[in-house]
């Protein structure tokens, strides 16, 4: 009995000494990090609800695979625009860059192992600029002291953890190469000289590939099997293919969107193409870690939800601005202002794609904008969701937040018609689909993230 009220009078002096001043009273669990619902950039808020999803008139396509139905779905927030040139290059260059950083910085190990103990070996120049990260092990945490010692520190080869330094400016000019070591990396980083046009070498895409990891949530909560059988690795090279503008088109010239459409300025706010699904899966987790790590310098800042790929109904529900029944973005039903201006860009006649003012692609912030504030949910290019193609989902899926994702199915849903497309295709309840590996001139996509919370107004 003794043992027992000693026990019980420890407990109430743990319980007693951890109460900070809540007098017992039951006032939960607070966060230390700061949190409030801030709109990413250059997105929308799509307040969420139910609509009638699917086709509400005439099928002339006779798919019959769009019926109507009711569906809800959670607030969100959403690309204004298609993804840019421009802001898919920043992942591109990103990727570029760490693959640089990382070579030089192993070359730069291998080089001071010969360095030895000459005069002047402890003054960083030339490659040695660019070595990994050094550790502050005086000021560091137990933390940061375990990490360096059972990871940092333990082996080569570019998926090793050590930290890149990224301070240094990267040298691209060949002339300005500080020595010879600095010269070997880059000159493995670019094509070979006798494949290069005009003497000129660029650098070598098929290196520019992005590594990142995946939880496969909904089938590890199905199965309850053991963590890391779920925990996924993707290896993706992320350059867009620049050669659809010639292999979706047979005995046509259009040579100069091949040539320049990534590459030069004049693009730049031009929405990306050639992009597969798999890229831009790859591009939402960029993104995502990027705005985390700067949540995470920040430390009092609490981490933001992942960007992804909006599934088919999120995207037809934004595509329709809050205007239910709707054929268009727009409203509807024709295609023309009543001025006789075309609302989106597309192909309006058989053999006449410049009839709306554009032989391809046009700016991404063009036409009009739908009621919801986002420009161009029909025509331009036609946009990757996050759905796999049935032609029975909408009988399969939930009417809560509907997503039928079939990994093993990669037919995925395509949205919004392009520049190429007829009208049909630029209705807001039109289904087409593409194969997740294959890139097209005329698909593009934007992204999505989840709204936490509810905003609800009295």
């Keep these: 009995m003794k043992k027992i009220a000693l026990l019980a009078l420890l407990v109430s002096i743990i319980y007693s000494c951890g109460s900070s001043g809540d007098r017992g009273e039951l006032v939960g669990v607070k966060s230390t990090r700061k949190w409030f619902a801030e709109k990413p950039y250059g997105m929308a808020k799509i307040p969420g609800g139910s609509f009638t999803m699917g086709k509400q008139d005439e099928d002339p396509m006779g798919a019959m695979n769009a019926p109507t139905k009711t569906v809800t779905v959670q607030p969100f927030y959403m690309d204004e625009t298609e993804i840019t040139n421009s802001e898919y290059k920043a992942f591109v260059f990103w990727v570029r860059d760490s693959i640089t950083r990382t070579k030089l910085a192993y070359q730069a190990e291998f080089a001071s192992m010969g360095a030895g103990d000459a005069e002047g070996a402890g003054r960083a120049e030339g490659i040695q600029l660019y070595a990994f990260a050094s550790k502050d092990t005086v000021n560091e945490t137990p933390y940061e002291k375990y990490m360096r010692e059972n990871y940092y520190e333990l082996g080569a080869g570019l998926d090793s953890l050590k930290p890149l330094n990224w301070e240094e400016e990267i040298i691209w000019e060949a002339p300005e190469y500080p020595d010879a070591d600095y010269v070997e990396v880059m000159d493995s980083l670019y094509i070979k000289k006798d494949e290069a046009l005009n003497g000129i070498r660029t650098f070598n895409t098929k290196l520019l590939n992005y590594r990142y990891y995946w939880f496969d949530n909904e089938a590890a909560a199905r199965t309850g099997k053991n963590r890391k059988d779920f925990l996924k690795n993707e290896v993706i090279n992320v350059y867009p293919d620049t050669t659809v503008w010639i292999k979706d088109f047979n005995y046509s010239y259009n040579d100069p969107m091949h040539q320049e459409y990534f590459a030069h300025k004049a693009y730049e706010n031009y929405p990306v193409v050639g992009v597969t699904w798999n890229q831009a899966k790859a591009f939402c987790n960029w993104r995502t870690q990027t705005k985390n790590n700067f949540q995470r310098s920040r430390r009092k800042l ?157």
Excluded: H
């Design 302 to 458: 609490g981490l933001v939800p992942a960007f992804r790929l909006p599934t088919e109904a999120e995207w037809e529900y934004a595509a329709r601005g809050g205007l239910d029944y709707a054929k268009y973005p727009w409203g509807g039903p024709s295609t023309t202002s009543d001025r006789g201006c075309f609302l989106a860009n597309f192909k309006p006649v058989r053999g006449d794609y410049a009839a709306d003012g554009a032989l391809y692609t046009v700016e991404a912030m063009s036409y009009n904008p739908n009621e919801y504030g986002l420009f161009n949910m029909a025509g331009n290019v036609s946009e990757w969701t996050n759905t796999a193609y049935n032609q029975m989902s909408y009988y399969m899926g939930s009417t809560m937040n509907p997503n039928v994702e079939i990994k093993e199915n990669r037919r995925k849903i395509i949205r919004g018609g392009s520049w190429k497309d007829v009208a049909y295709f630029l209705e807001v309840s039109s289904r087409d689909w593409e194969y997740a590996d294959t890139a097209r001139s005329y698909i593009g996509f934007r992204t999505v993230q989840d709204y936490l919370g509810t905003n609800k107004s009295n």
